[in-house]
């Protein structure tokens, strides 16, 4: 009977409210205090961890001039945009290829460039050069910075050293590799 009630209310979009009550007759019943709702949901959301990769994707970018970036074809002419709308491609290789096959412009350099993510210093964030993490300390030099192609890998970095409350996990785009286009 009470499976069927747990059922329905799942049915009807109502299960996590029917979940969370009879855990806590079942608390009751044995004996014990069930937390408030509310310390119990902002410890799911504290443990909670988000896949940032599916929504800000590394990988590699074509940029066609400075900020600016290939994100796809229409009628035979090349689209531009910002970073978050740019084309990703898996590898340096797979870049290089689409611009052999697809973008000829003469006399135009291109630039193949890696989308990673690195642990910036928090103070970073108030006063400028941003200061990255290299494996032992910050610097300033963006070129030394550790980078990482997933976002749980830096997050177990920035644990793994202690780093939680002094950095701060962001994207950053490295530029690899200059090709000179030529009809």
């Excluded at 014990?32 to 443990?47: A, N, Q, T």
């Excluded at 796809?72 to 910002?82: E, F, K, Y």
């Excluded at 910050?138 to 997050?155: C, H, M, N, T, V």
Aim: charged share 30%.
């Amino acid at each position: 009977m009470e499976t069927d009630r747990v059922r329905r209310a799942a049915w009807n979009g109502c299960f996590f409210r029917f979940h969370i009550s009879e855990g806590a007759v079942a608390a009751d019943f044995a004996g014990g205090k069930e937390k408030p709702m509310g310390e119990r949901l902002k410890k799911d959301i504290l443990e909670m961890t988000f896949d940032l990769d599916r929504f800000f994707q590394p990988g590699y970018v074509i940029e066609l001039c400075e900020n600016t970036y290939y994100r796809g074809s229409r009628n035979q002419r090349a689209l531009v945009g910002t970073l978050p709308q740019a084309e990703r491609f898996p590898g340096m290789k797979a870049a290089e290829r689409f611009i052999r096959r697809h973008l000829r412009c003469a006399d135009w350099k291109v630039c193949i460039c890696e989308v990673c993510w690195v642990l910036l210093l928090v103070e970073s964030e108030l006063e400028e050069p941003d200061f990255y993490w290299d494996g032992r300390q910050f610097s300033p030099d963006l070129e030394k910075a550790l980078a990482f192609s997933s976002y749980r890998k830096i997050l177990s970095c920035q644990k793994r050293e202690h780093l939680q409350e002094a950095s701060m996990i962001d994207l950053r785009i490295f530029p690899r590799k200059q090709i000179m286009l030529a009809v």
